[in-house]
């Protein structure tokens, strides 16, 4: 019995004794007793007895110790020393959150999952009857269920069939959890993720050929250059060749119709010093016959790497 009970019940008590002796002194006051009695055992009652339960909200009820029913929503009465209100359950569909980070798959890669449950009680009777603590047991159930089903297939079979995973895990669960009245309507696996040496190890390759298009690059420019400029091209340095190819490069593309476009991770291959040349030496200057020659350099370096093209 709550204390709000037993304080309803004592103040209806001594209520009921003040008025009982005024009744007998006051024998005018009979019916007016009676009628003040009324009200006042109508009150109590209420207040202990009926319960208001929202529209998604459901009361588990026993009657001496035992399952009776299930009661909402609206109001219910609860027969007061005989029943007992044991629990209130929400049967809304409810969200639980779901983090592993050691969940291995078949070729004993380690992943990391994150995602969200969505599950809703569909039988307060089996959800408060069959399991203690329905939330805790689901989560368990769901940790399992993803780490059986990552143990039968490898990396890339988990990444190939992540739009069914969902659903896999979904119906693996669910014969379980109707047994406890629950109903889980979606697994969502948000994200899944390898350790960070396996992406590096994973990168490699792609790395690998980028650098190799990377030197490729920078040796056409160089033979490009020299048999372009002749003996004027041994006196310059690396930066000096990249940015002479470079910018006849940048002038093919803005006198066609097509543009020359080199991909971010092939400037990154060079070594960022396609991006870090701001310009020739004066070294460079002296040897290619001053700054105003510069531009009639450009132009042989676009007639030769023309010529190359079409010989290709």
Same mark, same amino acid.
């Given at each position: 019995?709550?204390? *709000?009970? #037993? +304080?309803? $019940? &004592? =103040? &209806? &008590? #001594?209520? /009921?004794? =003040?008025l %009982?002796?005024? +009744?007998? /002194? $006051?024998?005018?006051?009979?019916? %007016? %007793?009676? /009628? =003040?009695l009324f009200i006042v055992l109508f009150s109590v009652f209420f207040v202990t007895s009926v319960k208001q339960y929202s529209q998604f909200e459901r009361g588990i009820i026993f *009657? #001496?110790?035992r399952f009776n029913r299930i009661a909402g929503p609206g109001w219910a009465v609860v027969l007061p020393f005989f029943e007992k209100e044991y629990q209130r359950i929400d049967v809304r569909v409810k969200m639980m959150d779901l983090g592993l980070n050691d969940v291995f798959t078949q070729d004993d890669i380690r992943l990391s999952i994150e995602g969200t449950i969505y599950y809703q009680v569909v039988d307060p009777e089996k959800a408060t009857l069959q399991i203690d603590n329905y939330g805790q047991g689901l989560s368990n159930l769901v940790q399992s269920a993803v780490r059986n089903e990552m143990a039968s297939l490898s990396m890339r079979q988990v990444f190939g069939s992540l739009d069914k995973m969902n659903d896999l895990l979904a119906d693996a669960i *669910?014969?379980?959890?109707?047994?406890w009245g629950i109903d889980v309507p979606t697994v969502q696996i948000r994200t899944v993720a390898p350790p960070q040496e396996v992406i590096q190890a994973?990168?490699?390759?792609? /790395?690998?050929a980028n650098l190799l298009q990377a030197q490729r690059f920078k040796a056409d420019a160089q033979r490009i250059v020299m048999e372009a400029i002749g003996e004027g091209g041994k006196a310059l340095d690396d930066n000096s060749i990249m940015y002479l190819y470079l910018q006849?490069?940048?002038?093919? +593309?803005?006198?066609?119709s097509s543009k020359i476009v080199l991909p971010m991770q092939f400037m990154q291959g060079l070594g960022g010093m396609a991006g870090g =040349?701001? +310009? #020739?030496?004066?070294?460079a200057l002296a040897s290619l016959g001053g700054q105003q020659n510069?531009?009639?350099v450009i132009s042989q370096i676009k007639t030769k790497i023309a010529s190359s093209g079409a010989q290709k």
């Open positions: 019995m709550t204390p *709000r009970e #037993l +304080g309803a $019940y &004592a =103040i &209806a &008590a #001594l209520l /009921i004794v =003040i %009982f002796a005024l +009744g007998s /002194i $006051y024998a005018v006051a009979y019916y %007016f %007793f009676i /009628i =003040i *009657r #001496l110790g *669910r014969h379980t959890t109707w047994k994973m990168q490699q390759p792609e /790395i690998a006849a490069l940048k002038q093919m +593309g803005e006198s066609s =040349i701001a +310009g #020739l030496s004066t070294a510069v531009q009639n």
